[in-house]
Nanobody, 115 residues
Framework: QVQLVESGGGLVQPGGSLRLSCAAS????????MTWYRQAPGKERELVAT????????NYVDSVKGRFTISRDNLKNTVALQMSSLKPEDTAVYYC????????WGQGTQVTVSS
């Protein structure tokens, strides 16, 4: 069955970095644009970054441009999110999914940015 397993979150100070990873299984990964979403407490889930099936086209929400980098490995069926210059407003649970969020959500990984 379809599984999306996120990892790599944690507590980091403002200005710090984290690398999130998502392992996908149960569907043809290479066919799909992949995405990272996040959901902060009391807020709607927000699309943060997308990467095309081949990895050539990447898009980011304005608030993370220049700080976050999305990448993928189509041999390992993984998608990563490198986050740097983290801010307290980046605190959220981060999830991966295909574009359109049509796969079952994973458990997410908590990112907390705080001094």
């Amino acid at each position: 069955q379809v599984q999306l397993v996120e990892s790599g979150g944690g507590l980091v100070q403002p200005g710090g970095s984290l690398r999130l990873s998502c392992a996908a299984s149960g569907f043809t990964f290479i066919y799909h644009t992949m995405t990272w979403y996040r959901q902060a407490p009391g807020k709607e889930r927000e699309l943060v970054a997308t990467i095309s099936s081949g990895g050539a086209i990447k898009n980011y929400v304005d608030s993370v441009k220049g700080r976050f980098t999305i990448s993928r490995d189509n041999l390992k069926n993984t998608v990563a999110l490198q986050m740097s210059s983290l801010k307290p407003e980046d605190t959220a649970v981060y999830y991966c999914n295909v574009l359109g969020a049509t796969m079952p959500w994973g458990q997410g990984t908590q990112v907390t940015v705080s001094s």
